[in-house]
Structures are given as structure tokens and as C-alpha cells.
């Protein structure tokens, strides 16, 4: 395929790789340095990491609102620097800021009012022990919400840049604090999920801090949030980024409610396989990573093609990117096969937690490599496109449809337990991958705008 725009042509070669691998090195600090934050709070026993594992389901689902926006602010800027207009880049890039900070606020206040209610509500009657834990971790991580909030926004900022180092050095900061801190209150000052949660929440201050005191002053970038304490709305713009990341959004909490419906099948079944579960998703989330950093790349590439109306080179990188994803993923999956004893002897598990564990990541490693990439990396160029309501649509629909009730039969009345939920997560995969690949191939996404003019 000839590609002749000059947006195409600055990702070639080098370029490319400039921005995939910091990006692809992030997940793997992420990935490798959140479960070394599990073998941590895991040392304080079977309870902590249980309570620790359901806060940070809730959580997930509670960040998503200013996690999606920023994932829309994100395809927004990259359209409009695609189209050469920094001034709008440069606007989005406030509005963005100021909408992900307003909500993440809301979103604080509600959940330490309502603490204990959700937690109730999400799992119903867990072992006192484990509901102490988790109530203590998510009050100290929900004080985290704006400083994380604010950091995800300024981090897509610069990925929308092409600057992926930037937040790939950010991200190996938070992660620093975080480890160090968990090590000094854990083991130093024996608190236990306190410390974990209290490390969480000085990270993520930090790299907020940081990321912000970088972008404010830097009115020569192609995005600055020069001017940001002047606040001015722009509701066209502001429309703009809500038209993918509400949909985005709908589209994450709809999937993490499933699973955390699901999840509570994990409780049914005792504390061991909260355990396993949780372990078997840190070490599975290794072959998920270069899928992800590719996908993040993925909305501001195919953003900019677009952004500039050159389709052919979106479908060009998308294809391109797509392969590694499956190289990669395959890789890694093989690698957790081949040490999947090692890496499960680092947790503090019983021995009927890791027989549990070792059943779920032979169940994920054998299939992943097939669905997972057309499940979540293909579908970030759609939502770069601007599709994002295909893309919600067909998410929503498949987890129900699929993933949470099938999880139920396959876990109780066809007899499989925790297993049968991980092969219903891969059934899941498969069935919304295939709808996203039809909806590429055909080429409906072409016809989207998300960019308010003017």
C-alpha cells in the first residue's frame, strides 16, 4: 500500500517505534510492578490480597467515567492534529482537563459517603476479615481519584503528541513511590492494607503533580495547558470528546459491572478462590500488555489519519499493528505456560489456591492468543475512527449476553466452578471480536466525525 500523507509518512520506521515502545515498556512496568505490589500486600495473608482484589474491581468501575473521557480527549486532540489545527488541539486539551477533574471529584465524594454501602451492596456477606481490608483500601484509593484523574488526562495529552516517553517515564515514577512505599509501610511499619492503600494514593498525587507542573508552562509544545486557571467551557468541544468517551465510558462500566457480577461467583466459592482469581489475572494481564500499549498507539495514529482524511494509511497502521499484537501476545502466552509454577510459587497461596490458579491461566494462555487482540486492540481504532457507539454496543451486549451468563451456567449448573468463568471471559472475546473485524473490514467507520468545526 503507497502511502503519500505527510501524517503517514512521519510514523514510518523509526517514528513508529518511538512511540510503541515506551508505550509497550509502560504496560510492562504497570503489569510487573502491580504484582509485585500483590506479592506485597499478599505477605500480610490470604485476607489482604482477597480485599485488596474486590476494591480494585469497584474501582475500576468507578474510574472509568474520567478514564473514558480521557480516551475521548485523546481522540479528539489527535484528529485535530491530524487537520494541523493546534489551536483546537490546544483547547481540547483544557476542556479535557477541566471535565476529567469535575467528575473525578463527584466520583470521590460519592464513593467515601457510600463506602461501605457499595462494598455490601457489589459482594453481599464476605468474611469480616477480608471486608475490613477492602474497606480500608478503598477509602485510601478513592482520595486518589482527582490526582489519577488528572494524570490520565495529561498522559494522553502527550501520547496524543507522538510523546509516549514522557508518560512512560511518569508511569516508572508512580510505580517507584508506589513499590517503595508499600515496602517501607508494609514491612517497615507493619500496616498492612493501610500502607498499601496510602502508597497508592502518594503515587498518583506525585505523578499528577508532575505531569501538570510539565504541561502548564510549555506554550511553544503542539498541546500546552497554558492558561488553564483562566477556565473558559466550550461546549462544542466539550461535546466533541463526550461523543467517544461516553459511549467509551458506558462501554467500560457496562463491562466492568459484569465482571464484578461475575467476580461474586469467585466468593461463593471461598477465600482461596478470591485468591486465585486474583493472582491468575495479575500474571495473565503479561500477555495482554503489548496489546494494550499497542492500542493506546493505535488512537493516536489512526486518530491523526483520520483527523488528516486518509483512510488508506489508517487501515495500513491498523493492519500493521494488529500483527505485532498477535506475535506478541502469542509470546508471552507461552512464556506464562512455561513458567507458570515459578511465578505461582511467589505468591503466598495454599496449596488448593494455586491448583485453582493453574487451572485458570492454562484456560486463558491456550485461547487469549486467538481472540484477545480483535477483542481489545482492534477495536481502538474504531473508537479512533469516532465509532465508539458500534464499539459500546457490541461490548455491552456480548458481556451479557455471553460472558455473565454463561459464566453462571458454566461455574453452577454444568459444574465447572471458577474455571467456567475464565472460558466464558474467552467466549466473550471471541464473539465481540468477531463483530469488530466485520465492522473494519467494512468500512462504515469512514463516515464517523467527532470534531466540533469552527
Known amino acids: 500500500m503507497k502511502i503519500n500523507n505527510t501524517i503517514a509518512e512521519q510514523w514510518k520506521g523509526r517514528e513508529l517505534w518511538r512511540l510503541l515502545f515506551p508505550l509497550i515498556v509502560e504496560q510492562i512496568l504497570t503489569v510487573t510492578i502491580g504484582m509485585a505490589d500483590t506479592v506485597m500486600v499478599a505477605t500480610v495473608g490470604e485476607y489482604a490480597v482477597s480485599g485488596v482484589s474486590l476494591v480494585d474491581s469497584v474501582n475500576m468501575l468507578l474510574v472509568i467515567a474520567f478514564s473514558a473521557l480521557a480516551a475521548g480527549g485523546s481522540v479528539v486532540v489527535s484528529q485535530y492534529i491530524g487537520r494541523r489545527n493546534e489551536r483546537k488541539a490546544r483547547a481540547a486539551a483544557r476542556q479535557l482537563t477541566y471535565t476529567?477533574?469535575?467528575?473525578?471529584?463527584?466520583?470521590?465524594?460519592?464513593?467515601?459517603?457510600?463506602?461501605?454501602?457499595?462494598?455490601?451492596?457489589?459482594?453481599?456477606?464476605?468474611?469480616?476479615?477480608?471486608?475490613?481490608?477492602?474497606?480500608?483500601?478503598?477509602?485510601?484509593?478513592?482520595?486518589?481519584?482527582?490526582?489519577?484523574?488528572?494524570?490520565?488526562?495529561?498522559?494522553?495529552?502527550?501520547?496524543?503528541?507522538?510523546?509516549?516517553?514522557?508518560?512512560?517515564?511518569?508511569?516508572?515514577?508512580?510505580?517507584?513511590?508506589?513499590?517503595?512505599?508499600?515496602?517501607?509501610?508494609?514491612?517497615?511499619?507493619?500496616?498492612?492494607?493501610?500502607?498499601?492503600?496510602?502508597?497508592?494514593?502518594?503515587?498518583?498525587?506525585?505523578?499528577?503533580?508532575?505531569?501538570?507542573?510539565?504541561?502548564?508552562?510549555?506554550?511553544?509544545?503542539?498541546?500546552?495547558?497554558?492558561?488553564?486557571?483562566?477556565?473558559?467551557?466550550?461546549?462544542?468541544?466539550?461535546?466533541?470528546?463526550?461523543?467517544?468517551?461516553?459511549?467509551?465510558?458506558?462501554?467500560?462500566?457496562?463491562?466492568?459491572?459484569?465482571?464484578?457480577?461475575?467476580?461474586?461467583?469467585?466468593?461463593?466459592?471461598?477465600?482461596?478462590?478470591?485468591?486465585?482469581?486474583?493472582?491468575?489475572?495479575?500474571?495473565?494481564?503479561?500477555?495482554?500488555?503489548?496489546?494494550?500499549?499497542?492500542?493506546?498507539?493505535?488512537?493516536?495514529?489512526?486518530?491523526?489519519?483520520?483527523?488528516?482524511?486518509?483512510?488508506?494509511?489508517?487501515?495500513?497502521?491498523?493492519?500493521?499493528?494488529?500483527?505485532?499484537?498477535?506475535?506478541?501476545?502469542?509470546v508471552l502466552s507461552a512464556a506464562v505456560v512455561i513458567l507458570m509454577n515459578p511465578l505461582l510459587t511467589l505468591f503466598n497461596l495454599s496449596s488448593e489456591a494455586k491448583d485453582i490458579a493453574r487451572t485458570l491461566l492454562w484456560t486463558s494462555c491456550m485461547l487469549s492468543p486467538i481472540s484477545w487482540p480483535i477483542s481489545f486492540t482492534l477495536p481502538n481504532a474504531l473508537r479512533a475512527s469516532g465509532d465508539a457507539r458500534f464499539v459500546m454496543i457490541v461490548a455491552v451486549s456480548s458481556m451479557w449476553a455471553v460472558r455473565v451468563s454463561a459464566a453462571y451456567l458454566l461455574a453452577y449448573p454444568l459444574g465447572l466452578g471458577p474455571s467456567g468463568v475464565w472460558i466464558a471471559m474467552v467466549a466473550d472475546w471471541c464473539v465481540r471480536g468477531a463483530f469488530y473485524v466485520w465492522r473494519w473490514r467494512c468500512g462504515r467507520w469512514e463516515n464517523k466525525n467527532v470534531l466540533a468545526e469552527g
Open 100 to 330: 476529567t477533574a469535575a467528575v473525578s471529584l463527584m466520583i470521590m465524594v460519592f464513593t467515601l459517603i457510600l463506602c461501605v454501602p457499595i462494598l455490601r451492596f457489589v459482594y453481599g456477606r464476605i468474611e469480616p476479615d477480608v471486608m475490613d481490608a477492602a474497606k480500608t483500601y478503598f477509602i485510601l484509593t478513592a482520595l486518589s481519584y482527582p490526582f489519577l484523574a488528572v494524570y490520565n488526562a495529561a498522559a494522553s495529552l502527550y501520547r496524543s503528541m507522538g510523546n509516549s516517553r514522557i508518560s512512560m517515564l511518569i508511569s516508572l515514577l508512580v510505580n517507584i513511590l508506589n513499590i517503595a512505599g508499600n515496602a517501607i509501610l508494609i514491612f517497615g511499619f507493619h500496616l498492612g492494607v493501610f500502607g498499601a492503600g496510602l502508597a497508592t494514593l502518594v503515587s498518583r498525587a506525585a505523578a499528577a503533580f508532575v505531569l501538570m507542573a510539565m504541561l502548564v508552562p510549555d506554550k511553544y509544545s503542539p498541546i500546552s495547558l497554558a492558561g488553564i486557571f483562566n477556565i473558559r467551557l466550550d461546549g462544542g468541544i466539550i461535546r466533541s470528546i463526550l461523543r467517544v468517551g461516553i459511549p467509551s465510558g458506558v462501554e467500560s462500566s457496562m463491562f466492568q459491572i459484569g465482571k464484578v457480577l461475575v467476580s461474586r461467583i469467585f466468593t461463593t466459592f471461598g477465600t482461596a478462590a478470591i485468591a486465585a482469581n486474583a493472582i491468575s489475572s495479575s500474571i495473565n494481564a503479561f500477555t495482554s500488555m503489548p496489546g494494550t500499549a499497542l492500542g493506546i498507539g493505535m488512537v493516536t495514529i489512526v486518530g491523526q489519519c483520520v483527523g488528516a482524511k486518509d483512510f488508506g494509511s489508517a487501515r495500513h497502521y491498523t493492519q500493521k499493528l494488529m500483527r505485532l499484537t498477535y506475535c506478541m501476545v502469542l
